[in-house]
């Protein structure tokens, strides 16, 4: 081997080649920019996120009064008992809870509830509002047959939040499955194809090192994801009014948190073109990994609007985490320590993943 060849540029090379490759590849562009974007652009135009009203209660909480009851008995409202009293603020400025209550009766023995609601969440925070006196007024409308039992009344607070959007929701979800898809359709059909070519084994008779082989094509989906990636939050940002909180702080931790998805991803890719025999079956095996993904980890809805007993299904998926953690970026400040465990989960999936990648992959 020559001693002055340089893998360095031999890799450069082969990145600058496998990118324009890409570039040129329609299902590539169609997968990883313009599917995404198409949903984006449709959600953008959607001014509501799916009618149900998330409501904590308040620890003290009278839950054998007529009004929970009431509340109970409304399918579109979901009662929380189960959140610290720590967590409520946050919550509720996040806009991740809808309002929260407190059912109590005073010293004259009159039921007073108090709301706090959202700013965050104005429309559903209203909408709980008008059930709540719905409520109240047919409750009260009972009581007035008997003058000794005290009214019901209600008591309102409006606390600051950032107004949650639509937009907010799913284009953390649409670039999740964009990243995925990039990780598991094109480095399974890059290999696939390089193996059926020949020219792997052509690459064999040159210098060119192994390392450098996968390194150079692993560098062209990353600098094409990130591309991508760039061009649906900047259209998101600046069309649809996607909240990118801190800025280009926020930005910069968004495309980190990218990478690093990515870098995870590939490890799927590698499997699927270790286990496919030909292109034909890549599509199926391919499938089997993002499809499931797709539906289940939180791209369209939260994760806690599935049935319970399939939401551990859907937080064992590494792409759930991945959209919590750039949802926490992109709308609730955090920087990439912020979302430490949403990516050790991710790390530990990649782990594995490339285990199985190791034993499974095939050159020839």
Do not use: C, H
């Not at 990883?32 to 001014?47: A, D, Y």
């Not at 919550?91 to 809808?98: F, T, W």
């Not at 060119?208 to 940002?237: C, D, K, P, Q, W």
Request: no cysteine; charged share 20%.
């Amino acid at each position: 081997m020559n001693k002055n060849y340089s893998q360095l540029r031999a890799m450069f090379s082969l990145t600058k080649a496998s990118l324009t490759a890409l570039l040129r590849n329609p299902s590539a562009v169609v997968f990883n920019l313009i599917f995404p974007l198409i949903f984006i652009i449709v959600f953008g135009f959607i001014s509501g996120s799916g009618f149900r009203i998330d409501v904590a209660l308040d620890k003290n909480t009278d839950t054998n009064n007529p009004v929970y009851k009431s509340l109970e008995q409304i399918k579109s409202v979901k009662l929380i008992t189960a959140l610290p009293d720590e967590e409520i603020s946050s919550e509720l400025e996040k806009g991740r809870i809808d309002a929260v209550i407190n059912i109590s009766k005073n010293p004259d023995g009159m039921t007073v509830v108090s709301l706090k609601t959202t700013k965050a969440s104005p429309e559903r925070g209203n909408i709980f509002k008008v059930m709540l006196n719905e409520i109240i007024s047919r409750q009260n409308l009972e009581l007035m047959k008997d003058v000794r039992i005290p009214k019901t009344e209600l008591k309102e607070e409006v606390v600051e939040g950032r107004k949650f959007k639509t937009i907010d929701f799913i284009l953390p979800g649409q670039l999740g499955f964009s990243l995925l898809s990039a990780g598991v359709f094109g480095t399974a059909f890059i290999f696939i194809s390089l193996r059926q070519t020949l020219v792997i084994k052509r690459f064999f008779a040159t210098p060119v090192s192994r390392a450098a082989i996968l390194t150079g094509e692993s560098l062209s989906r990353l600098i094409f994801s990130i591309f991508s990636a760039v061009i649906i939050i900047v259209i998101g940002n600046l069309f649809f009014g996607f909240t990118l909180v801190n800025g280009f702080v926020t930005f910069l931790n968004m495309m980190l948190l990218s990478v690093i998805a990515l870098t995870v991803f590939l490890g799927f890719g590698f499997v699927v073109s270790g286990i496919a025999k030909n292109e034909s079956s890549v599509p199926p095996i391919a499938n089997l990994i993002t499809l499931p993904q797709f539906l289940l980890a939180g791209t369209f809805f939260p994760v806690s609007n599935f049935p319970e007993w399939l939401q551990p299904v859907s937080k064992a998926l590494p792409l759930t985490y991945l959209n919590e953690a750039m949802r926490k970026i992109s709308f609730e400040g955090a920087d990439i320590f912020g979302v430490g465990k949403e990516i050790g989960i991710l790390l530990l999936w990649g782990l594995a993943v490339y285990i199985i990648a190791v034993k499974v992959f095939k050159w020839e």
